[in-house]
């Protein structure tokens, strides 16, 4: 149902979708049942003349029936909504898959910046790739994200992953990704954080293996980066064309 | 107790702006939220142009900033949950209400009374004037989440965020004094003979709402004072630099924050309770199991917090609890709305402007109840938070809370208020300009929440999957929405004007309803009854077989 | 009976239901479109609105925020920074937190016009002078300002033909700050940032931050 609205681009997008279908599928049914009960009731006990009104306390067993059975049907249909939320939110936020890569994720005022590590594949050395705005990923890799913030509450949202984890100064909270798909998506804030909060914009971009190691050479290579039109100037430029379209 | 206070000639200023009398502070109480709300909807309208047409100047406003924007949804929450719902639903009708339903001369301390409304607005006046400080007023959303609302160097709105926090506190130890004298006099004052399943509904639910914010308030009061440290003398308690935390604002807020909204909630289906038995001509089905359901709904409501801060940064296993709660919330909100259903059952449904307010309440609050699920499941939430898909669902709580009530319950009791009856065709008209408008706008806003739109963005321009042409078009709908339901309030307003002047004459009960507030003139006279009252039965006889009226008031001997 | 309630005066709420509606339509037509054309100098103060939480009304500026005295800044200049903001060419280093804040509030900015509209503005405002901050020994700065004053001229004016910016009457703290940025490649790190990539090695001739102060402190004495 939510891929109609938004692409899932992540392994667990899917699991998060589903259990939108199947809350959508409870709670609409019931709401409908509800909605028709009132409107009928409403209808159907309309004033009309020399018709008069019952005396209903709705202590009588037979009448509190009609309230408690639904009721308790709704009991089993929380029941039934709670064990797959519960089992998505296991799924996405306390367990750890294998991990294949390790980006670290900085929130401040208004920006993400992310530190990858370069080609020896070890974050903290030398040749760390740091970037602003921009992460670039390779889709099929389950990718651990360690993040942070260097002011205020941030909030890291990729709603194509359906991903969304705060950023809280003084603590490191991690957990995992897997793309699934390539393509360029965004990356919101969608934690207030001041007034540049809804212009906190980042991409993040799927590549393929061979595209993503390009892109390792050329962004650990600044040399390199400066023969060519270096991979920056794609965003800067494709932001404002849409700014002003 | 005495009968009739004597009653001296009092000057205008003593009389309007002085009084301890209940019924002239529950007017103030209600004005003053009513000109808070004209500033909410204003503020509303601003943002929704802004989102609709942005980068455009919005007319009556300028070029909206990102600043401005943040101030003004900052403003428009915090207004209409502190300044409009707060002060209307609990204080207004409160007031009013209580004393007169129960059968006494005044509150328990009218004194107190008096002292509160002055807090309130002083309060009131202090969130004004925010707007006009260096800086403007507070931009950092009404959940005011450190280290953003702690430090001027990261909201950029420093006087704005102090000043906020005051008004905020003071606003506070207003309804703290309210809720002391509410359940003082609701349990002290009744008159002989109302046990305590004789007391109507609405007075129940604004007892117990006013409980509530008494047992929630206090640790946020004292989160409030320390954050005001943080902005002033900078200590540093939610400064991690300094050892402090962040999140332990968070819990303080929502611990108060989410019990909040059963306290406003509790007061619009007291009414609604009222509404639907008087217009339905019924008894309320099940007025013990609804007194129950609502004492759990009120102890579980302490126990659901953290459901706000599922992607917070607190540890995941502590979701997993929280869902369970919030879930188990829901059960008690259910059966009380079975219950009003199962009320109309059998009934004979007069559908004056009153009852269509009741009714819509009850049809828009399920939308906003079944809408909290997806947000209550962990699972989901992931995703959701902090989106439109919120902003929509509580919505559709709070807009049946503070504005379908709200309106239900002036459309009834403006003849007791002010002697004259309203419109009932503006009424309708109004109602229907209110309710079908309502859905135009949020309807919307769940298709653009279900797309990913974030909360608190003045401009999607940056994200290319928010800036996808049909989303934008979206947007304008609801904001089209907006403008249709802020019009149609001018036909409430000058039904309200007009009435007060040319309706036709109120007589003392001109709804046959068996309440005590019913038993005196329309408007009440100073001290309200004549002989107190002494009650016989509750307050739902309608309808009782072998009588010839279909109602029976409550202070008739058998 | 309660069906009476609504009896008395139809006439007047009746009419007055209808004009309700219709100048709500008609309002809500109206609604849709921009009341009049506003002038760029209008625009420009408007939108200026943006830039004061930080800036401060007059221009002058926040040492506490990192916001430096804009008042009566070039026209040209104005423009050629924020662009360079909006293209991503400033404020995209990793370790630029002033310019990451500033960025946002660039691309804020709806158009180009807009752009050149409060560039404009800026240029307006009556130039604010703050005393020095920063300890500095001046006479030991105007050596150092030779290299400096090929481009900015001797008395710290600027020169548009050559993209140098005026410095004379800049505050000492935000000159220090951007020497600093240029000397480790914060600032002018993007290939695309011409400007910056001459300024870069000028900066890296000031050997320690005891020059940086020491030529700042003698452009606090300029009068361009």
């Known amino acids: ?245 | 107790m005495s009968t009739q206070v004597p009653h001296a000639e009092q000057g205008i200023f003593q009389k309007y702006f002085w009084s301890t009398d209940h019924k002239i502070i529950a007017m103030q109480y209600l004005f003053t939220g009513m000109a808070m709300g004209l500033i909410g909807g204003y503020l509303a309208y601003v943002f929704r142009m802004q989102l609709a047409f942005p980068g455009h100047s919005v007319p009556g406003f300028g070029i909206v900033t990102p600043g401005e924007y943040n101030t003004v949804v900052t403003m428009h929450g915090s207004i209409m949950i502190f300044w409009v719902a707060m002060p209307v639903l609990i204080a207004a009708f409160g007031n009013f209400l209580i004393p007169l339903m129960i059968g006494c001369d005044d509150m328990a301390f009218p004194r107190i009374n008096r002292l509160s409304y002055q807090i309130f607005l002083l309060s009131a006046v202090v969130l004004v004037a925010s707007f006009l400080v260096k800086g403007g007023a507070f931009g950092g959303a009404w959940t005011s989440y450190p280290p953003l609302s702690a430090s001027g160097a990261y909201n950029l709105t420093p006087l704005g965020a102090s000043l906020w926090l005051v008004a905020v506190a003071l606003e506070f130890v207003a309804f703290l004094l309210g809720g002391v004298n509410f359940i003082v006099t609701a349990m002290n004052s009744r008159a002989p003979g109302m046990t305590m399943y004789d007391i109507p509904m609405v007075v129940w639910m604004i007892v117990l709402a006013s409980i509530m914010f008494m047992a929630s308030v206090g640790p946020l009061i004292a989160g409030a004072v320390m954050l005001l440290f943080d902005q002033t003398l900078k200590t540093g308690f939610y400064d991690p630099a300094r050892g402090g935390d962040p999140l332990l604002w968070q819990h303080l807020f929502w611990f108060f924050g989410h019990p909040e909204v059963y306290v406003v909630l509790l007061p619009a289906i007291g009414i609604v309770a009222e509404l639907l038995t008087v217009f339905a001509r019924k008894k309320l089905f099940g007025y013990k199991t609804i007194l129950y359901t609502t004492w759990a709904t009120v102890i579980i409501s302490f126990l659901v917090w953290a459901h706000h801060q599922f992607v917070a940064g607190i540890d995941p296993r502590m979701a997993n609890i929280f869902s369970v709660t919030t879930l188990l919330v829901s059960v008690p909100i259910t059966e009380m709305v079975f219950l009003y259903i199962a009320t109309l059952y059998g009934g004979s449904i007069r559908f004056h402007t009153p009852m269509l307010w009741a009714v819509a309440f009850v049809a828009e609050f399920m939308i906003g109840g079944v809408t909290g699920i997806f947000l209550g499941a962990s699972g989901t939430d992931i995703y959701l938070h902090d989106t439109y898909f919120v902003i929509a669902h509580f919505h559709y709580t709070f807009v049946p809370i503070a504005i379908f009530s709200v309106f239900g319950g002036l459309t009834y009791w403006y003849p007791k208020m002010f002697g004259r009856m309203l419109n009932d065709t503006l009424g309708k008209v109004h109602f229907w300009g209110t309710a079908i408008p309502f859905n135009l706008i949020f309807i919307p806003l769940f298709i653009t929440g279900a797309a990913g739109d974030q909360r608190r963005t003045y401009n999607y321009a940056l994200f290319a999957e928010q800036s996808r042409p049909v989303l934008q078009h979206l947007r304008m709908f609801a904001t089209f929405g907006l403008l249709v339901m802020l019009l149609f309030q001018l036909v409430f307003l000058f039904n309200f004007f007009w009435s007060l002047r040319h309706g036709r004459r109120a007589e003392a009960n001109p709804w046959m309803a068996n309440t005590l507030e019913w038993t005196v003139p329309s408007p009440p006279p100073h001290g309200n009854f004549a002989k107190l009252p002494t009650v016989y039965r509750g307050p739902y006889e309608y309808g009782v077989p072998g009588r010839i009226d279909d109602y029976w008031p409550q202070d008739v001997p058998n | 009976m309660l069906a009476n309630l609504t009896v008395v005066p139809k006439v007047a709420p009746r009419r007055f239901a209808l004009w309700t509606l219709l100048i709500s339509f008609g309002g809500l037509g109206l609604s849709g479109c921009r009341l009049g054309p506003t002038d760029a100098a209008t625009r420009g103060k408007e939108l200026f609105e943006t830039c004061v939480p930080c800036h401060q009304p007059d221009g002058s500026g926040s040492p506490v925020l990192g916001a430096p005295n804009i008042a009566g800044m070039k026209e040209w200049y104005v423009e050629k920074q924020l662009e360079k903001f909006r293209d991503g060419i400033r404020g995209t280093h990793f370790s630029d937190v002033e310019g990451m804040r500033m960025r946002p509030m660039a691309l804020s900015l709806p158009t180009d016009e807009d752009v050149k509209a409060v560039a404009h503005y800026v240029e307006s405002l009556p130039p604010v002078r703050h005393a020095s901050s920063l300890p500095g020994d001046p006479r030991a700065g105007a050596a150092l300002y030779a290299t400096c004053s090929a481009c900015h001229g001797p008395n710290g004016a600027g020169n548009q033909d050559l993209g140098a910016p005026r410095i004379g009457g800049i505050d000492d703290w935000y000159l220090a700050t951007q020497l600093r940025k240029f000397k480790r490649g914060v600032r002018g790190a993007d290939s695309r940032d011409f400007d910056a990539r001459l300024m870069r090695p000028m900066a890296l001739t000031l050997a320690d931050d005891d020059a940086v102060r020491n030529v700042v402190a003698y452009i606090g004495t300029l009068r361009p």
Not at chain 1, 177 to 192: A, E, L, M, S
Not at chain 1, 209 to 230: C, G, T, V
């Open chain 1, 1 to 245: 149902m939510l891929e109609r609205y938004l692409t899932g681009a992540s392994t667990y997008a899917h699991s998060i979708d589903h259990l939108f279908l199947l809350i959508a599928a409870l709670v609409g049914f019931w709401l409908i049942v509800a909605e028709i009960a009132l409107f009928w009731l409403s209808f159907k006990f309309r004033r009309k003349q020399g018709r008069p009104t019952q005396y209903v306390t709705g202590e009588e067993k037979h009448l509190a029936r009609w309230v408690t059975i639904p009721h308790l049907l709704v009991i089993v249909c929380d029941i039934v909504i709670l064990v797959p939320a519960l089992i998505v939110w296991f799924n996405i936020k306390q367990t750890n898959p294998p991990i294949e890569q390790t980006v670290r994720v900085f929130g401040q005022q208004w920006a993400w910046s992310f530190q990858q590590p370069g080609p020896d594949g070890i974050l903290d050395t030398a040749d760390d790739i740091r970037t602003v705005g921009e992460l670039h990923v390779t889709v099929n890799t389950t990718y651990r994200f360690e993040l942070r913030s260097r002011d205020v509450v941030h909030s890291f949202a990729v709603p194509s992953f359906r991903l969304k984890q705060d950023a809280l100064p003084g603590r490191t909270i991690s957990g995992w990704f897997r793309p699934n798909r390539v393509g360029t998506y965004d990356i919101q804030c969608t934690q207030i954080c001041g007034i540049g909060h809804a212009l906190m914009a980042g991409r993040v971009i799927v590549e393929t293996p061979q595209e993503h190691a390009a892109w390792l050479i050329r962004a650990s290579n600044p040399a390199l980066a400066e023969r060519e039109s270096p991979p920056a100037s794609a965003t800067g430029a494709s932001i404002v064309a849409e700014v002003r379209r």
